[in-house]
């Protein structure tokens, strides 16, 4: 994929665009001329990406549940849409844990009422799902897993996302098992980036340790993750809607996560950000006794992903440290944001054509 052109003029629907991933992706889409539909709570942080970039004003956003199938369904009714991303989730384990039965109902019916809507939609031909890396059961190999390992996320949110991928398999051997539409699930690691506001994600604490003027407190440094920049895999779910679209037989699930020099410890990826941010930044230990259970060690194996569509990352853990780094001082001075995630999506499609 080198550039958005395919999706000038289609009808696309997004839910949980109101979100950090969501609102990147809104703003790719709609630079790139779709029409684009979102569906989703309110923004979940305050302050949050959706409202200061102002992409309501750009588009067509719909305050919704996923969870309401008869709103959702007037949706479709209302938008026909020929594309639909699914990114709507409750997204933070720790969250998880503290609230299993709203967890399991989001990430779990909240798919089912997506897909039923596709079900009874013609209009819909391409539908990507998007899960996480922590879907499968988790062995704290040191080698990455790939999509045909058992799924089986230990904790409620992880488990909740292994439960939207069964319930995906099951829609499409059950009703769409002619390939239309295509269905695809996929399964992401760590993503950073400028404009996450969330709780209990690290660069997002790393932030606010700077607005506070205080050292980045680390729950866990020792842990390994497949962080990447938020672009690597809204990139890959645009290519992949787009290709199964063209062609129905490259529908699957797939990993999307960084190359193995790139899963670093959460140690080493603050201390990433400390460099980039300068200012004498600094961190500290604070590795907690009888913390919630989280995964020591996960990687993935992307072969499959880059042996069907020749893919490969595009900038590496310490240029995605760089831009989030970047765009959180523009936000700092009152800059343009909107500017700016213009400049950063150019930079990355640029750099994505140099690479190949």
Request: glycine share 6%; proline share 5%; aromatic share 10%.
């Amino acid at each position: 994929m080198q550039d958005l052109s395919f999706y000038r003029h289609r009808r696309v629907l997004i839910t949980g665009h109101t979100g950090f991933k969501g609102s990147w992706l809104c703003r790719m889409l709609l630079d790139a001329g779709a029409e684009v539909t979102g569906y989703a709570l309110e923004p979940p942080t305050k302050p949050s990406l959706f409202a200061l970039t102002g992409l309501e004003n750009e588009m067509h956003s719909v305050i919704g549940d996923v969870r309401d199938l008869e709103h959702l369904m007037r949706v479709f009714d209302q938008t026909q849409p020929e594309i639909v991303i699914h990114m709507a989730a409750q997204p933070i384990v720790r969250y998880g844990y503290q609230h299993p039965v709203e967890t399991y109902a989001t990430n779990v019916m909240g798919t089912v009422n997506v897909l039923e809507c596709v079900r009874q939609h013609p209009c819909v031909r391409s539908v990507v799902n998007v899960t996480t890396d922590k879907v499968y059961q988790n062995k704290e190999w040191c080698w990455g897993y790939r999509e045909d390992d058992r799924l089986d996320g230990f904790d409620p949110y992880s488990n909740s996302k292994s439960c939207s991928e069964l319930v995906t398999h099951s829609y499409k051997s059950s009703y769409f098992a002619s390939g239309t539409p295509a269905i695809s699930t996929v399964r992401a690691g760590n993503v950073i980036g400028g404009g996450d506001f969330a709780q209990d994600r690290i660069i997002p604490d790393c932030v606010r340790a700077q607005q506070q003027g205080i050292p980045i407190g680390v729950r866990n440094p020792y842990s390994i993750r497949p962080y990447q920049h938020v672009l690597e895999p809204l990139t890959v779910y645009l290519m992949i809607a787009q290709r199964q679209m063209e062609d129905p037989s490259l529908a699957n699930w797939y990993n999307i996560g960084p190359d193995e020099e790139d899963c670093v410890t959460t140690g080493t990826l603050v201390g990433l950000f400390c460099k980039a941010w300068g200012e004498q930044a600094t961190w500290t230990n604070l590795s907690e006794q009888n913390a919630p259970h989280e995964a020591g060690y996960l990687k993935l194996d992307c072969s499959l992903l880059k042996s069907t569509f020749h893919w490969k990352p595009t900038w590496h853990i310490a240029e995605a440290v760089e831009e989030t780094c970047h765009w959180s001082k523009v936000w700092f001075q009152q800059g343009d944001l909107r500017a700016e995630m213009r400049q950063e999506i150019d930079a990355f499609f640029t750099q994505m054509k140099n690479n190949q």
